[in-house]
């Protein structure tokens, strides 16, 4: 089982639609979880955090984290075609200085105008 | 502020030769973590460095390794290459207090190994 579990999609969704993209993790001592935009050919981008259950809005994201079920997501809404990229979660661990982030392998986001 | 710089942006390389690519964190940050992408594995994490120290490490062999200077600046070195070294190495900066992940990741640019 990957420590950090993503459909790869591609999620296609139209414009000014929400996107919703899912992310589960293994260990359940994870305390940072993050969602990155990386567009083809770019590196990696951080557009939210979230450590705490619940949601965190941003703009038009949304995080959600649910420990117990061991769950982050990211809602994008009024999804635009600038929005296309793929989407990546990581997660840190609960061991202070012991632990990298962890990646999904990324959800590709293709949203049709 | 400037972000993370990471040189060259492109190598191409000849199996059985070794590289060294280089990474300057933002200011100010300690830590500096080196990944690397490629399409079939995703992101997989080589090691971190705070304060000079290697303070994590991946599951690579030790043809990979690294450093910090005293500045923070990083470098990597892969020796004896094979093709499947082939992928976009990325430099990731943080401040490095708490969790080695605790607060996010600032990546560079990338450098684009190409071995041939």
């Known amino acids: 089982q990957k420590e950090v579990e993503q459909n790869s999609g591609p999620l296609s969704v139209p414009e000014g639609a929400i996107a919703s993209l899912n992310c589960t993790y293994s260990d359940r001592g994870s305390q940072s979880f993050f969602w990155y935009r990386q567009y083809s050919g770019k590196s990696p981008e951080l557009i939210m955090s979230i450590y705490s259950n619940g949601d965190k809005e941003d703009g038009r994201f949304t995080a959600q984290l649910n420990k117990a079920s061991q769950y982050v997501s990211l809602l994008i809404r009024d999804s635009q075609p600038s929005d296309s990229a793929t989407y990546l979660c990581?997660?840190?661990?609960?061991?202070?200085?012991?632990?990298?982030?962890?990646f999904g392998s990324g959800t590709r986001l293709q949203v049709q105008p | 502020k400037a972000g993370v710089t990471q040189t060259p942006r492109y190598l191409i390389k000849t199996r059985g030769q070794q590289v060294t690519l280089s990474c300057s964190p933002i200011s100010g940050h300690r830590s500096v973590s080196w990944y690397q992408q490629t399409p079939g594995q995703g992101l997989q994490f080589l090691f971190e460095y705070f304060s000079e120290t290697q303070r994590n490490k991946g599951n690579f062999p030790g043809r990979f390794s690294g450093r910090q200077f005293s500045n923070s600046r990083s470098e990597m070195n892969v020796s004896t290459l094979e093709l499947g070294d082939s992928a976009l190495y990325l430099c990731?900066?943080?401040?490095?207090?708490?969790?080695?992940?605790?607060?996010?990741?600032?990546f560079g640019s990338g450098t684009r190994l190409t071995v041939v």
């Open positions: 990731a900066s943080s401040s490095g207090q708490g969790a080695a992940g605790a607060y996010g990741y600032t």
């Open positions: 990581a997660v840190g661990g609960a061991d202070t200085g012991r632990r990298a982030l962890t």
